[in-house]
């Protein structure tokens, strides 16, 4: 049997790793603003969500492990404003963040590569009575995390300009053209109005 095939460790490594791709990928071809630009009443952009992966990552294939990440990231240092790992200021440029993010999945690479899934860690920001975790544990958390933000991103990149689908190679979305997509839209909304007892717009 192919070894791909009888290891959850690489089943989840390959999963995390599918998320970290999408979640850059949705910065492609967007101009400064549009990667920056919050897109929610809460402040979600593009950059952000990539910035915050790369903070939150760093931290659970890094400190938890006893193996920190040797760069600083002031966004999660005492006296940070809060949500300052959720944007990206004028200074802060794109390669600055995207390099940041592929240097933190170096990092954390090298810790699931050389763990076993049964290595022990802790997470010292978590409750006290379930502090202590494996590395089985923390590739299911982390790897959740990226792919609901990855989930982020695609509305978001959606809103910016229309573009949509889970990666790059495999869209899963109907192979509509525009037409069908507004027309589909217009039936949802038709129903929506329908169920909620409201005029046919």
């Given amino acids: 049997m192919n070894q791909a095939f009888n290891d959850p460790k690489s089943d989840l ?20 603003y549009d990667i920056r630009r919050p897109l929610t009443p809460t402040g979600t952009n593009l950059l952000g969500l990539v910035k915050h992966v790369a903070c939150v990552e760093a931290g659970y294939f890094g400190e938890c492990f006893g193996r920190p990440f040797p760069e600083p990231l002031p966004w999660f240092e005492e006296g940070a404003q809060p949500n300052d790992d959720m944007w ?8 600055d963040i995207v ?8 990092h ?9 899934l049964d290595a022990r860690g802790s997470v010292s920001w978590w409750a006290e009575d379930r502090r202590e975790v ?8 982390m790897t959740t995390e990226a792919n609901r933000h990855a989930g982020h991103a695609d509305i978001v990149r959606e809103l910016i300009d229309g573009a ?10 109907l192979p509509g053209d525009a037409q069908w997509w507004q027309d589909y839209r217009d039936r949802l909304e038709r129903a929506a109005r329908e169920a909620a007892g409201a005029a046919p717009a």
């Fill in 13 to 32: 490594h390959r999963y995390l790793q599918v998320a970290r791709e999408t979640l850059l990928w949705k910065l492609e071809g967007l101009s400064e």
């Fill in 88 to 95: 990206a200021t004028p200074s802060e440029t794109r390669e």
């Fill in 99 to 106: 390099g940041l993010y592929r240097r933190v999945w170096a």
């Fill in 108 to 116: 954390s690479d090298a810790t699931i590569e050389s763990l076993p």
């Fill in 134 to 141: 494996t590395l089985h544990r923390i590739l299911v958390h």
């Fill in 164 to 173: 949509a689908g889970f990666r790059q190679d495999v869209s899963n979305l």
